[in-house]
């Protein structure tokens, strides 16, 4: 039977200006206070270490590329490593990774509670747009940043639990959750930059998205019997809002954990893991229950 405490570090607004230093200082602080908290495995947003620049239209390759992390740890993310290291803690985060191909992912990667890098995953639902789009209130240009990913969506046991990550707009998607399900996943972590309103729906606002942020978090949990762990980052970049609403979801579809604000905010929920196998044994046991001879239409079209 295992158990971890798990932790949601959403972290609010990171302005363009803002320095990797600065950040990863914010990120050690959430991690410090994590710690005191009992926080075995910490979760951390998408594109945790900057703003989220696939809003800003560039042309010039040398601005796009320093966004990106070229290795990791690197200089900068090395003070969060050894932190971790140190306090003994399991992390993921995201980041805008370059590749020495000069390939362009956004990633995340899980760490053991002794900072060695255990897995990694990219991207696979980019959502937006490659142009300039003048139909739209604001950009949103991660087709144009980034290429899809090219890892699957793999699962790792780490530290005694079946993890899985997925990044933002993967968790609109059931074929995410029942990939990692479908591998026996039992914790789920997804980190996002959402914004609060539709940039081409000006009547979808921010009680809309924080709904259809929860019920495919909630609904991913409970048809996949797995934790669920859903970290934003949140508050208003250069005028820019993001949605709050970081949640940890347990196995049965229940939210157990809430940030209540758009700033950097802790979260904490205790996870007894063998909750999980209620569900896959019994109304989600995929070996008896599932009918693939009708499933052909998800992946031929
Ligand atoms: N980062 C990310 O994937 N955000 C998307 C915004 C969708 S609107 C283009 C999301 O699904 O939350």
Request: with cysteine; aromatic share 10%; proline share 5%.
């Amino acid at each position: 039977m295992t158990q971890l405490v798990v932790g949601g570090a959403q972290m609010g607004a990171i302005q363009r200006a803002d320095s990797r230093k600065a950040v990863i200082a914010r990120m050690i602080a959430l991690m410090e206070e994590a710690a005191s908290r009992g926080v075995e495995m910490l979760v951390y947003p998408e594109l945790a270490l900057t703003t989220f620049f696939p809003r800003w239209y560039m042309e010039d390759a040398a601005e796009v590329d320093a966004w990106f992390e070229r290795e990791m740890p690197g200089p900068q993310t090395a003070p969060l490593f050894e932190k971790a290291r140190e306090l003994g803690i399991a992390m993921t985060f995201g980041y805008a990774e370059l590749t020495p191909e000069g390939r362009h992912f956004n990633t995340s990667i899980l760490t053991n509670r002794k900072g060695e890098i255990v897995g990694k995953y990219r991207k696979i639902h980019l959502p937006g747009h490659v142009e300039y789009d003048t139909e739209r209130a604001f950009q949103h240009l991660e087709k144009r940043y980034f290429e899809p990913g090219d890892l699957g969506f793999p699962v790792w046991r780490n530290e005694g639990v079946v993890m899985g990550m997925a990044i933002c707009n993967d968790r609109r998607w059931p074929e995410t959750f029942r990939c990692l399900g479908l591998q026996g996943v039992e914790l789920v972590t997804i980190g996002y930059n959402t914004p609060s309103v539709n940039s081409q729906m000006s009547a979808e606002g921010l009680k809309e998205r924080l709904f259809h942020s929860e019920l495919s978090l909630q609904a991913g949990a409970y048809q996949n019997a797995t934790y669920v762990a859903g970290i934003a980052k949140a508050g208003v970049e250069d005028g820019h809002p993001l949605m709050g609403g970081s949640i940890i979801v347990d196995p049965n579809g229940f939210v157990i954990a809430r940030a209540e604000t758009e700033e950097d905010e802790l979260i904490v929920a205790p996870c007894d893991f063998s909750a999980c196998a209620f569900g896959k044994s019994t109304i989600f046991d995929f070996a008896r229950h599932r009918r693939i001879e009708h499933y052909g239409r998800i992946t031929s079209q």
